[in-house]
């Protein structure tokens, strides 16, 4: 059982070009979540997908957009990548079927912005 | 924005001894959860505290949730040098849609 996919595993990118973050589950979880995290800190939430068809933004939600693709895949694109962008992404997904169910998370995107 | 302040930041000790992790909001949750993070890896639920006042044991650690449902506590006793890794809480809310926010972190270090 694969759990939450995350591609790529590592990226490097130059100032101002665009890429997007793939996640995928096959839990048939309803709620998909992006975070960042920075050396040593803890996640910040940047958007979320509470179901299929519903984008919310989180904490940190300027100079990203997502895309929820389909139940299983919910996407995260940069659109001109800063260097204050360089973090560690994770995408987690959760069923919600019983109040406070736990979050699956991906092994991460590493992203370094130059 | 809610925050969740976790306290200390960084802890290092000798093996055997105990500690307390604190986080602290401003904000109720519906629930708290704690997660243990290892290097290149995604966190992993150690916990979920729902009820105010709650207190959950899992073999040497012991969770607590505050009366008021904004903070709570992870102590461990007799710390081994397994236990070491970036301890998070993070709260789950409900006003509207599900999400969760995720505390500052407490990177733990037990020495053998």
């Known amino acids: 059982n694969a759990g939450v996919t995350q591609t790529p595993k590592f990226q490097v990118l130059k100032t101002g070009q665009s890429m997007t973050l793939q996640c995928a589950q096959d839990?048939?979880?309803?709620?998909m979540y992006w975070y960042r995290q920075d050396p040593g800190m803890g996640l910040r939430l940047i958007y979320y997908?509470?179901?299929?068809?519903?984008?919310d933004k989180g904490e940190v939600p300027n100079g990203y957009n997502v895309s929820r693709l389909n139940k299983r895949e919910f996407s995260l694109r940069l659109e001109s990548a800063a260097p204050s962008q360089t973090s560690v992404y994770f995408c987690?997904?959760?069923?919600?079927?019983?109040?406070?169910?736990?979050?699956?998370f991906g092994s991460g995107t590493q992203l370094s912005v130059l | 924005t809610q925050l969740l302040e976790q306290s200390p930041q960084f802890l290092s000790i000798q093996e055997g001894e105990n500690l307390t992790v604190y986080c602290n909001s401003s904000s109720v949750f519906s629930s708290l959860q704690w997660y243990r993070q290892e290097p290149g890896e995604g966190p992993v639920l150690l916990v979920t505290v729902v009820t105010g006042g709650e207190v959950k044991k899992l073999k040497r650690l012991t969770f607590q949730f505050g009366d008021a449902r904004k903070d709570s506590s992870l102590h461990i006793t007799a710390a081994q040098p397994g236990d070491t890794g970036l301890y998070l809480c993070a709260g789950a809310t409900t006003s509207g849609t599900y999400k969760y926010i995720f505390g500052t972190g407490t990177r733990l270090k037990v020495l053998a």
């Open positions: 839990m048939n979880h309803n709620s």
């Open positions: 997908s509470a179901s299929e068809g519903t984008t």
């Open positions: 987690a997904s959760t069923s919600r079927r019983l109040t406070n169910e736990k979050l699956f």
